[in-house]
C-alpha cells in the first residue's frame, strides 16, 4: 500500500471530519458518473458505437465489467489505495462505453429527462440515508434477497418474452417499478453506511481512502440502475 497513508496520523488525513469523508465519497461518485456519460455520449456520437453494436466487444467488455467489480469488491483491504482508485475510474469508462449502445435506442431528450428524475430520487435517498436517526443496517439481506430475487423473475422473463412477446410488456413495466424501488432503498443504506465505514477505519487513512472508492461504487451502481430503471420506464410510457 502506499506507503504516505501509514505515515499520516488521522488528523492530517485527507478525510478530516465525518461530513468531509462523506462529501469525498460522492465527489468520487460524481467523477465516476461524469467520467461513464461523457465517454457514453461519446461513444454514441463516433464510429466505434457501429463496432460494440455489430461484433463481440460489447459482450467482452461486459465480463471485463463484471471482473473489475469482483477485484475491487473482493481485494479492497490488499490493494493500494491508487490502484483501488484507478479500478473505480477504469469501471466508470467501461461502463460508459457499454451504456452507450443503451444510449443509441432512447431519444436524447429521454436520456435527459431519465438522468434528471434519477438524479431526484437517488438525492431523496441519499439525505434519507444520511439524516435519518434509524438503523438501516437490517435492510441489507432484505435487499440482498430482493435483488437476487429480481435477478431470477427478470431472467424468467426475458425467456417469456422470446416465447411470448406480447405478454411481457406489463410484467416488464412492474418489474421496472419494483427494481426502482429496491435500488432507492440501496441508495439510503449505502450512504448510512458510509458512516460505519468512517467508525471502523478512523484511525486508518488508507482504509478511508480505500472505503471512500468501495462507498462511492455502491452508490454508483445505486444511479445507475435507477437511472437505467427510469430510462426503461419513460421508454415504455413513450411507446
Known amino acids: 500500500m502506499d506507503e504516505k497513508y501509514y505515515t499520516l496520523s488521522y488528523a492530517e488525513s485527507p478525510f478530516g471530519t465525518l461530513n468531509q469523508y462523506m462529501t469525498r465519497t460522492f465527489v468520487w461518485m460524481f467523477a465516476g458518473l461524469l467520467v461513464t456519460f461523457a465517454v457514453g455520449i461519446g461513444t454514441l456520437t463516433s464510429p466505434l458505437i457501429y463496432l460494440l453494436v455489430n461484433s463481440g466487444l460489447y459482450f467482452i467488455l461486459c465480463i471485463a465489467e463484471l471482473v473489475l467489480v469482483v477485484v475491487l469488491s473482493a481485494r479492497i483491504d490488499k490493494l493500494q489505495p491508487s490502484t483501488a482508485t484507478a479500478l473505480f475510474f477504469g469501471y466508470a469508462v467501461l461502463n460508459g462505453l457499454n451504456l452507450s449502445v443503451i444510449f443509441a435506442v432512447y431519444a436524447f431528450s429521454t436520456l435527459v429527462l431519465a438522468f434528471l428524475v434519477g438524479a431526484l430520487y437517488f438525492g431523496i435517498m441519499a439525505v434519507y440515508g444520511a439524516t435519518t436517526k434509524k438503523d438501516l443496517s437490517s435492510w441489507g439481506p432484505m435487499l440482498t434477497g430482493a435483488l437476487i430475487t429480481l435477478l431470477v423473475v427478470g431472467l424468467l422473463g426475458g425467456l417469456l418474452m422470446m416465447f411470448m412477446p406480447g405478454a411481457f410488456g406489463t410484467f416488464d413495466l412492474i418489474l421496472c417499478a419494483i427494481s426502482l424501488v429496491v435500488f432507492m432503498a440501496f441508495t439510503a443504506y449505502d450512504v448510512q453506511k458510509l458512516k460505519y465505514y468512517y467508525t471502523c477505519f478512523g484511525g486508518d487513512a488508507a482504509m478511508l ?16 440502475n435507477i437511472f437505467l430503471y427510469v430510462l426503461r420506464i419513460l421508454g415504455r410510457h413513450r411507446d
Not at 209 to 224: E, M, R, V
Open 209 to 224: 481512502h480505500k472505503s471512500s472508492i468501495i462507498g462511492a461504487l455502491s452508490l454508483y451502481l445505486d444511479y445507475i
